[in-house]
C-alpha cells in the first residue's frame, strides 16, 4: 500500500463528509422533522453517528496492527 491507512481513511472521509452533510441537509429541509424533539433527536443520532464510523477506522486500524505485530 502507497500510503497509509490513517491517510487512505482520512481521504475518503474528505469526499464522504460533504455528502452526509448533504444527505442531513436534505432530510432536515424535506419537512420530516416537524417538532423540535423530531430535530433534537436526528441531529443526536447522526452526528455521534457520523464520529462513531470515522473514530471506528482508527479502532479497526490499530486492531489490524496488533493483529500483524502478532504474527511476526
Request: net charge positive.
Amino acid at each position: 500500500m502507497k500510503y497509509s491507512f490513517k491517510r487512505l481513511w482520512n481521504t475518503a472521509f474528505l469526499f464522504v463528509g460533504p455528502a452526509w452533510y448533504v444527505l442531513v441537509w436534505m432530510i432536515w429541509s424535506s419537512g420530516q422533522l416537524q417538532t423540535i424533539g423530531d430535530k433534537i433527536t436526528f441531529l443526536g443520532v447522526v452526528i455521534p453517528g457520523f464520529l462513531i464510523i470515522y473514530s471506528s477506522g482508527f479502532l479497526i486500524e490499530g486492531w489490524h496492527e496488533k493483529k500483524k505485530k502478532g504474527r511476526t
